[in-house]
């Protein structure tokens, strides 16, 4: 397989990725679990980018800002675009994170994690802080690869094809009425 097939292969996966996740986190409310049964919730929100057309012909929309209802990004899916990059909002119990994801290289980037206080009190390990800053951004890439590994599992199952038939009713409904 040449490098440029296999490039324009982990786009479209990472594309169908973000859209069904998009997708998911509304219909299911934003509940997910870890595969440990470990409850969280995931939004997309703040900031997505949608692309379509090839070269020169290629447009993208950039939907961003706090508490966006990210109409035009809507409007982009039903008119053909794909879900080129979002923010998440993770929550689990007080705690919050943020991240971006990039479809085409499904990487991680401006992940925000619940503020540590790093003040020591007299007598505390210093390490405690920093340990309890690599726990919580271990537990946010926790909670990504758990709606990773649901995405394949469904991905390459024959249940796809009805999620496909959802997905897509979901974005015509979407597309046509602004939140």
């Known amino acids: ?18 859209t069904w ?20 919730r995931l939004f997309v929100e703040q900031r997505v980018r949608v692309t379509g057309g090839e070269g020169e012909g290629r447009e993208t929309a950039v939907c961003s800002g706090p508490m966006a209802s990210l109409t035009e990004a809507r409007t982009g899916l039903a008119a ?5 990059s979002v923010r998440l909002r993770l929550e689990k119990d007080e705690a919050e994170w943020s991240v971006s994801v990039d479809a085409a290289r499904l990487t991680l980037s401006s992940l925000k994690t619940p503020k540590v206080d790093m003040r020591l009190e007299e007598g505390e390990d210093p390490d405690a802080r920093i340990l309890e800053k690599l726990f919580l951004l271990e537990q946010a890439m926790d909670f990504v ?9 469904l991905r390459f199952s024959p249940a796809w094809e009805a999620e496909v038939q959802e997905l897509g009713r979901w974005i015509d409904r979407r597309g046509r009425f602004s939140d």
């Open 80 to 84: 053909g675009k794909k879900v080129d």
């Open 1 to 18: 397989m040449d490098l440029e097939r296999a490039r324009r292969i982990a786009t479209d996966l990472g594309q169908e990725f973000l």
């Open 21 to 40: 996740l998009w997708f998911v986190s509304e219909r299911e409310n934003g509940l997910f679990a870890t595969p440990g049964g470990e409850a969280f």
């Open 145 to 153: 690869d758990a709606v990773w590994a649901r995405f394949v599992m």
